[in-house]
């Protein structure tokens, strides 16, 4: 038995264990990049559904969002209907003051005393005319100061000067007219029933 030659064995032992390290080697390496490419078209999947997912939605706010210009637009349309709801019930409102504000008017002006314009800007009265005398003028702020229209009577302007051998004054008088109390809402609709 001296003769034993076991070094062609050991070598086809060894090229067989290369070989199964290499198949193994490879077949990790296919596994890997298996795993990689799969990993790559799963995630490339994911990232192209979350992009079509975010244009959609992209689209849904665009369209929302016209929907609430419009939802706004129609918001300052009623904001502008009400208003004008609004100012046509005041003037519905203060059309009978407008008529006893006329009466009071004339029933407030002493005989010699003679407007030649009348003025309101809300509540703000503006009296412009002729009086026979100051003491007119002066009896015409007492009318004022005691109606129940009017109130707060200024001279502002008293001026005399002398027409045809008479003397008159030219005077500009500021009031106020009074807040609308609602007894006088009560007298015009018991006046009108």
Same mark, same amino acid.
């Given at each position: ?44 999947g994911k990232i192209e559904n ?19 210009? @419009? ?6 349309m009623k904001d502008d209907l ?38 309101? *800007? ?13 003491? @007119? ?16 009577? @200024? ?22 007219? *009074? ?15």
């Amino acid at each position: 038995m001296a003769h034993i030659n076991l070094l062609p064995w050991r070598a086809e032992l060894n090229k067989q264990k290369q070989r199964e390290f290499a198949f193994t080697s490879g077949g990790a390496v296919l596994v890997a990049a298996l795993m990689v490419l799969f990993s790559h078209v799963h995630y490339e999947g994911k990232i192209e559904n979350q992009n079509q997912r975010n244009a959609f939605l992209e689209s849904e706010i665009s369209i929302l969002n016209q929907r609430i210009g @419009r939802i706004q637009e129609l918001e300052k349309m009623k904001d502008d209907l009400l208003a004008r709801m609004n100012v046509i019930q005041e003037l519905q409102s203060s059309r009978p003051e407008s008529v006893h504000l006329m009466d009071e008017l004339v029933r407030t002006l002493p005989d010699g005393v003679y407007l030649s314009s009348f003025v309101q *800007k809300v509540r703000v009265l503006e009296m412009v005319g002729i009086a026979q005398s100051n003491a @007119r003028v002066s009896d015409y702020m007492r009318n004022i100061d005691d109606s129940e229209w009017f109130t707060g009577p @200024r001279l502002n302007l008293i001026k005399s000067t002398q027409s045809n051998r008479n003397r008159i004054a030219n005077f500009t008088l500021h009031g106020a007219q *009074k807040a609308r109390r609602p007894e006088a809402e009560d007298d015009t609709n018991g006046e009108a029933g």
